[in-house]
């Protein structure tokens, strides 16, 4: 992955975090992602498949409704 990919993700993140809250936690899926996710420090997650994880989460609360 490229530094002005991740410089990219960083400037996002720190934005967000100035806008949302300092404390904001950082999941990162996708291409790239476990790379971009290891220069983001101790604060960002990798998670492979997180989208999948979503939706079966929604799937699970939508079954017992």
Do not use: C, M, P, Q
């Not at 420090?41 to 079954?63: I, K, T």
């Amino acid at each position: 992955v490229g530094w002005g990919a991740t410089g990219a993700v960083r400037e996002l993140v720190a934005r967000s975090r100035r806008r949302v809250s300092k404390s904001a936690r950082v999941w990162v899926t996708g291409g790239g992602g476990e790379a971009i996710a290891r220069h983001l420090g101790a604060g960002a997650r990798y998670e492979r498949d997180l989208v999948f994880l979503g939706l079966h989460h929604l799937f699970e609360l939508n079954r017992s409704a």
